[in-house]
């Protein structure tokens, strides 16, 4: 973006920079999950743990709350809630079904 | 059918029995080889609620999926004397009765072969992930879950 290119020594914009990559995350989803979002990979601001992710999900897609689904965090499945870092990848897994 | 990388287990579509049997002649200069074991997974044509399965549709997490399965190559390596291991599934649609995974391991002698092949499917059902669409006769759908 233009002002992160050019505008970098303003410390107003140091903050800007932080503050928008602290929360950034981008979340993947798979198989029936897709169905439910309707989307297959987006980004969302404001998240920094795995526990206020499923909330603000199951709140804008309720049906998620009805199927079993696990998360990855950058690519491991993750036991339990867990705090995000910023660029933080996230999978939405429903139950494998390979072979 | 075409793999799509190299190193990768995925290949488009079904798994064809020329392909099977090409591994297999190559594996013949390999000399100190004993024992092969083979599994094929094919697709089946499953009735539910009275409609027929007419193929499956495979997607995968394909950067996590090809992490774990090294993981799965490295854990089985170190468990049993393979001298090699092979693993191809499929991603895309694969028909009723055509083949969507192999799984082949060769040895010095047969045990290690058969108890490491068996070891590796039952961990990439349970463990990659990879999802089946199961797409009936009339084009509905419904996702396929594995017996565990």
């Known amino acids: 973006m233009f002002w992160q290119q050019y505008w970098c020594w303003l410390p107003t914009n140091y903050y800007l920079q932080m503050h928008s990559k602290m929360n950034k995350i981008t979340v993947l989803t798979f198989g029936a999950i897709t169905d439910i979002t309707g989307q297959k990979n987006f980004e969302m601001d404001g998240i920094d743990s795995t526990e206020k992710l499923v909330e603000t999900l199951e709140e804008k897609y309720p049906l998620l709350k009805t199927v079993q689904y696990a998360i990855a965090v950058d690519k491991e499945v993750i036991q339990q809630h867990t705090n995000l870092d910023s660029d933080a990848t996230i999978a939405i897994l429903p139950p494998f079904s390979g072979g | 059918m075409e793999i799509k990388k190299p190193k990768n287990i995925f290949v488009d579509g079904a798994i064809s029995a020329a392909f099977v049997a090409d591994s297999i002649q190559k594996h013949s200069t390999k000399t100190t080889i004993g024992a092969h074991s083979i ?110």
């Not at chain 2, 007419?54 to 049993?80: G, N, P, Q």
């Open chain 2, 39 to 148: 599994f094929l997974g094919q697709v089946r044509n499953d009735i539910i609620d009275g409609k027929t399965v007419s193929a499956i549709d495979y997607t995968t997490y394909e950067e996590m999926a090809l992490e774990h399965m090294h993981k799965i190559r490295e854990d089985i390596f170190e468990k049993y004397e393979l001298t090699c291991m092979h693993v191809y599934h499929s991603l895309g649609k694969v028909s009723a009765g055509e083949i969507s995974l192999f799984v082949f391991t060769s040895s010095a002698h047969r045990k290690a072969a058969i108890d490491a092949c068996e070891e590796v499917v039952e961990r990439i059902k349970k463990e990659l992930p990879v999802w089946g669409k199961e797409i009936f006769e009339d084009a509905s759908y419904q996702w396929k879950q594995n017996n565990i």
